[in-house]
């Protein structure tokens, strides 16, 4: 890469340097060339209204011409001026002379031989030099300030190029350096990347790792079950069908989460504003019919009117609903779930009454897999990937997620969702 952007800066360097040199010459000659056009026209027209003036006004006449013109013009005579050039003249003569590089001298001799104009001393539009020094300057400063240019890209590319090396072989932390205040767009896209790569890469491993774990269990106890099977006598075949019925459905229930983990991460966020108040009627309703069918648990409801979300509503709601779920399998008979606002974000929690999580490990339910007690989870059922789910939607949406107490005397989850206010 670096011999390649080498080329390409000294590829650019020469044709800078070319087009400099032709733009400069063609000025210099045809500025050179205007200013000297139109000095001489001045010179010949001071000229030409002096020599039809009668000699003896032509000084007068000349003192009313000078202050028109940029030239200064003095009145000779004809021995001064073949004195100064150096040779003889005639009457209607022009006589140039050039006295230094940076002085000319124009005589015109007066048809009727009474003297000369003398104009002078004209200095010629560009100085002799100047184009050279400033070839030299533009040859040694534009490959200055190309190479510093070049030196400060080349460096955050190759810093970029590093990064993609180690991406490549598996480092996935790494990442770019951008410091504060540097517009450097292509660091912070590859930093993006490199981010959502590793999240990917990362999402996979756990998924493998879980599959291979979580589905030995039921599959070991279904291939028992059905060596049992074998050898039991009809009157406990019922008994063995209805447990492996009930390994199936903790199987679908496994899949199901684990689709519904991946998809959290990786849906495309649809997000505008709504009112979240008929959505949370809806899963506390669904909530009480589920509980009045196992067990009784009240399932309250405490919503603001007017409040607005920003979110994607499908993944809010599916957020809201495995919070509820969670609930609702460890309350011992109360549930709240609630809404309330706050300046930029609005808050849903959802309290309950049950045994609460300890707080060492509020941190740890929101990994994926992660349960709290074997026992506990054999008699209220789940994978562990519930908060996991949740707390991937509501990172997503720039939310927040917290586990506390809950006045109820179980465990409280609450988590924050933006404001339409905020996306303005």
Known sequence: MRRSFLKLIVSSVLLCWAAGFVAMVLYARNQSWLDDRARRDGVFLAYELLDQAPAQSRAERLSELQQHFSVDFTLISLDEVERRVG??????????????????????????????????????????????????????????????????????????????????????????????????????????????????????????????????????????????????????????????????????????????????????????AFDPNRGLGDLAELARLEASEDRAVEVGLAVSGGASVFADPRLFQRAVENILRNAMKYARGNVLLELTQEDEHVRVAVHDDGPGIPEELREKVMIPFFRLEADRDRKTGGVGLGLAIVSRIVHRHGGRLAIDSSPLGGAMVATWWPRPETHR
Request: charged fraction near 30%; aromatic fraction near 4%; avoid cysteine.
């Open 87 to 272: 040779r003889s003249v005639s009457p209607g003569e022009e006589v140039p002379q050039r006295v230094s590089p940076r002085e000319e001298w124009y005589f015109l001799v007066f048809d009727d031989g009474q003297g000369a104009l003398a104009a002078g001393p004209v200095h010629p539009a560009i100085p002799p030099g100047v184009l050279p020094v400033g070839l030299i300057l533009a040859i040694v400063g534009l490959p200055l300030v190309a190479g510093l240019i070049a030196l400060r890209v080349e460096k955050r590319l190759t810093k970029v190029e590093r990064a993609s090396q180690a991406l490549a072989v598996g480092d996935l932390s790494v990442r770019v350096d951008d410091p504060p205040g540097s517009p450097d767009e292509l660091a912070a896209s590859f930093n993006v990347m490199a981010e959502r790569v590793e999240r990917l890469i990362r999402s996979r491993d756990e998924l493998v790792q879980a599959v291979s774990h979580e589905l030995g269990s039921p599959l070991s106890r279904l291939r028992f079950h059905m060596e049992l099977l074998e050898n039991q006598p009809d009157a406990r075949r019922e008994e063995r069908l209805d447990a492996m019925t009930r390994e199936l459905d903790a199987l679908d229930e496994l899949v199901a989460e684990l689709l519904s983990y991946v998809q959290s991460d990786e849906l495309e966020l649809e997000r505008h």
